[in-house]
């Protein structure tokens, strides 16, 4: 008679398969942060390239004395701030360390969503290297603010019609409105600088916008292109442009940042393009269109910093 063989294959236990599992936690723990210190470093070094490229451009233009192409901008691709691959850094043989500070080469600190500003000066005689962000030094912006929060803590929104299509606009004078955003306005908001304008629907927030130019509307005039920064409510920055209009409040005339927008639909008009997640990141992509875009250059005097 034929024997039965036992059967001797065995699974894991449950105690194995928690302490595989602890052990593949314990890898993690250690590899994950590496990891992202080796993309940091990685975006770091992408940022440095960019910049000694903006340095050869601006060294160039000095030499051929080619005034409008002395100052380049870079958009940095850093995620954290401040430098975390290296200490010091070297840039086209100048040479910074972080414990420096402000040199006459050198200004401010790189910071994730930020910029390095390459110029020459004509009075030191020197390039610049000029880190600016979010995170910068000396910075009297809350680039963390939540700009449609503002709005929402006035109570306007609930005391106006159902989908009622609202506008709010900072220069309209004897607004009742106007006085009650203002009133939550942070000292350090960009509210504080420019030109804003609230507008779209009062109960629907993807229809709900607000447009922002560094530009004084009233002093530039009705019909002017101006470039603008256009905040969705329900998430989300764009840059675009408007045409600045004539307006009239209780026969007192204003410059509104954009003529009336009759249909919600005609919102998609001002938010093409690329989608920029925060403000930080937004007012660069804006400075820069300032900076370089020709027909905006005349109103690099009204960026804020």
Known sequence: MQKKEKNTCKGFTLV???????????????????????????????????????????????????????RKTVRLKQKQDDWQSRDPITIAGVTHYKT???????????AAGGECKVYYDSKAAVIVFDWQGKSTAGSTINWDEKLHGILD?????????????????????????????????????????GTWAFLGSSTN???????????????????????V??????????????????????????????????????????TTGTKYDTLAEAYAAYKKQVEDDVRFQQYKNTLPE
């Open 16 to 70: 194995e398969l928690i302490v595989v599992l602890v052990i593949l936690a314990i890898l993690a723990a250690f590899m994950i942060p590496a990891l992202i210190q080796y993309i940091e470093r990685s975006l770091e070094a992408s940022d440095l390239i960019e910049v000694r490229a903006a340095y050869i451009d601006v060294l160039t233009a000095v030499t051929e004395q080619d005034s409008d192409n002395m």
């Open 100 to 110: 420096q500070g402000d040199t006459a080469n050198w200004k401010g600190t790189p």
């Open 153 to 193: 803590k006035t109570g306007i929104l609930s005391k106006l019609n159902y989908n009622q299509y609202f506008e709010i606009d900072s220069k309209c004078p004897n607004s009742s409105m106007v006085p009650q955003v203002k009133k939550e306005i942070g000292s350090d908001s960009l509210l504080n600088r």
């Open 205 to 227: 927030e993807s229809n709900r916008y607000l447009f922002w130019t560094s530009v004084d509307t009233d002093t530039v005039g009705a019909g002017k292109q101006i470039p």
């Open 229 to 270: 920064i256009v905040s969705r409510a329900s998430g989300g920055f764009y840059i675009s442009e408007t045409i600045t209009a004539a307006r009239s409040n209780k026969d007192k005339s204003y410059v509104a940042i954009a003529d009336h927008i009759n249909s919600f639909n005609t919102f998609k008009d001002y």
